[in-house]
């Protein structure tokens, strides 16, 4: 059984532990192609509600979450999910931490990378997003990033994660196509961003897609493999040519 196998065996062994005793049921952190297998899997098991979620709105690593019948729809209340604070103990003396830097100390302390979901860092403060039953040990044993001593603790979703930083992007485009907003949120050409289509690189709203004419949905999230993400907002207006004036806001 290879590991698209074994996970869609997961998923629906989770959907069929909430139909059948109706209790909240979970999976771990799912990355983007884990995301595509969980919407595919679950496109069979249409009488089992289920919510993905990542603590933040803006998140690319998250929880399946299967909703029991005194749920509401979309209802995260159950996500069993926390936010970590990660903080310099001496900002003065602090190193300018990256992405990288805090999963290192994280891998270092044997967390495996399903137990953790995005990692938001200002350089200095980093917030971490991981599974519940996990926190605490996390705010007990991470004691150094790199050569910053840090400590850690539980806490609510500060506002600079809950409003993160955008670059609005505005521009013409001839049709609501995948490839033409790609090429306008990172200012570069249709022909550049085919062969991210075609390497399965891109995702909207965490499924796979392959199409350069497909047409995203107004609001959704788009995000390409090591390139970034953006929010697609909609047509702001037309043109007297016909062309579509588009806005997008990519993430920084």
């Known amino acids: 059984m ?27 952190f799912l990355n983007l ?23 933040y709105p803006m998140a690319e690593r998250k929880v399946g979450l299967f909703l029991p019948s005194y749920a509401e729809d979309g209802d995260v209340s159950m996500l069993p999910v926390s936010c ?16 990288r ?22 350089g200095t403060r980093a917030w971490l997003f991981c599974m519940t039953d996990l926190a605490q040990y996390i705010c007990d044993h991470l004691r150094q990033v ?3 001593s840090v400590y850690g603790e539980i806490g609510e979703v500060p506002e600079e994660v809950l409003q993160p930083r955008f670059e609005t992007i505005e521009g013409s485009v001839a049709s609501v196509r995948l490839d033409a907003l790609l090429a306008l949120a ?4 249709r022909s550049k961003m085919v062969p991210c289509l075609e390497a399965g690189q891109v995702f909207v709203n965490g499924r796979l897609v392959l199409s350069a ?6 609001g959704a999230i788009v995000s390409v493999r090591h390139m970034g993400r953006f929010i697609y907002r909609g047509v702001k207006n037309e043109t007297k040519k016909g062309r579509l004036f588009v806005v997008v806001d990519r993430y920084v």
């Open 2 to 28: 290879n590991e698209e196998q074994w996970l869609e065996k997961r998923v629906e062994e989770l959907a069929d532990k909430c139909r059948m005793r109706d209790i909240p049921s979970h999976t771990e």
């Open 186 to 189: 990172f200012r570069t050409s």
């Open 84 to 99: 970590v604070h990660i903080l310099p103990l001496n900002a003065k003396f602090a190193d300018t931490l990256s992405h």
């Open 33 to 55: 192609n884990e995301q595509d297998i969980f919407y595919r899997t679950m496109q069979k098991q249409r009488d089992v509600r289920y919510v993905l979620a990542g603590g």
């Open 213 to 218: 004419s497909e047409a995203p949905p107004e």
């Open 101 to 122: 830097d805090y999963l290192g100390a994280l891998m270092n302390l044997g967390i495996e990378r399903h137990k953790t979901g995005d990692i938001v860092t200002d």
């Open 146 to 148: 790199r050569h910053t």
